[in-house]
Each structure stands twice: as C-alpha cells, then as structure tokens.
C-alpha cells in the first residue's frame, strides 16, 4: 500500500483545511488509518486515528471537538478535517496504515507499516 497525503497548506487562525490520505497500489480495507504531525526537531506526534474501518475514532486531547477523521471507501481515502486552527497546528502532517494495530497502539507511530509522504500545515497567527 503506497499512502499519499495532501491538503495542506497556510491559512490564518481559526481558518479550517481538509488533508487526504489516499491508498494506491493496494486498499485501505479494514486497516486502522492514522494521522500524525511532526514540528522540526521534534518527534511525530498522534493525532487522530480511525481504527479498522470505524470500529473506533481516536484523537489526540489537543484537537478534541477541532479535527475529524473520516474515510470514504469507495474513494480509499481518508479525510482528516482540521477547524479552528491555531499556529500551534503548524507541522508537516502524516498519514499512514497498519493492518495489525490493537486498540492500545493506535496512537504509537512505531505501530503503523505504510506511511505517506508528509504535507505541510501553516497556521499564521
């Protein structure tokens, strides 16, 4: 599976940005779908995860009630919807998939086998 993440771009505070996450060269299927970020010199840090298909919805405490993770078979994509954004959203944001991922693990990135190129978010304040 060959993951391919866009979206990004810069926006101002409070503005809102949809990422995609789309599968090629495989399917999503009922693999557990995750988005993480990563500011530079820092490590990638959890930020939502959709695991096995909706059997469950993660999100990291900082983008509670913010961002949505949503995915839409038909296209093999998943969505990650971002509102009211802050500066401190600002990173390179990742998408990646794992199909042997147990619920505790959702959030490690180490958990997770295919993993897309990143797309850079800029939040201006």
């Known amino acids: 599976v060959q993951l391919q993440a866009s979206g990004g771009g810069l926006v101002q505070t409070g503005d809102s940005l949809r990422l995609s996450c789309t599968a090629s060269?495989?399917?999503?299927?009922?693999?557990?779908v995750g988005w993480f970020r990563q500011d530079p010199g820092k490590e990638r840090a959890f930020v939502a995860a959709?695991?096995?298909?909706?059997?469950?919805?993660f999100y990291a405490d900082s983008v509670k009630g913010r961002f949505t993770i949503s995915r839409d078979n038909a296209k093999n994509t998943v969505y990650l919807q971002m509102n009211s954004l802050r500066p401190e959203d600002s990173a390179v944001y990742y998408c990646?998939?794992?199909?042997?991922?147990?619920?505790?693990?959702?959030?490690?990135?180490?958990?997770?086998?295919?993993w897309g190129h990143g797309t850079l978010v800029t939040v201006s304040s």
């Open positions: 990646a998939a794992g199909t042997r991922l147990i619920m505790s693990t959702v959030g490690l990135s180490s958990a997770y086998a295919y």
């Open positions: 060269e495989g399917t999503l299927g009922r693999a557990t």
């Open positions: 959709d695991f096995r298909r909706g059997s469950s919805i």
